[in-house]
């Protein structure tokens, strides 16, 4: 428990960790949140139509 105490959240800037990724001029991002890509994988992907998706919502399944 007392481990999560002392955990920050960084902004973007702050994000930017290490002189190769500085110099790359990229930054570290942070994974998917949950169903954060629904659309993208089962809409565009898998071709589901957003009446489906919006089904497969009210049932729980995505």
Aim: charged fraction near 15%; glycine fraction near 12%; hydrophobic fraction near 35%.
């Amino acid at each position: 428990m007392g481990f999560f105490n002392n955990l920050t959240v960084l902004s973007q800037e702050q994000a930017t960790v290490g002189p190769f990724l500085e110099e790359c001029g990229q930054i570290l991002t942070f994974p998917p949140r949950f169903g954060e890509h629904n659309q993208r994988i089962y809409g565009d992907i898998l071709g589901h139509a957003p009446v489906t998706l919006s089904q497969f919502k009210e049932k729980g399944i995505i």
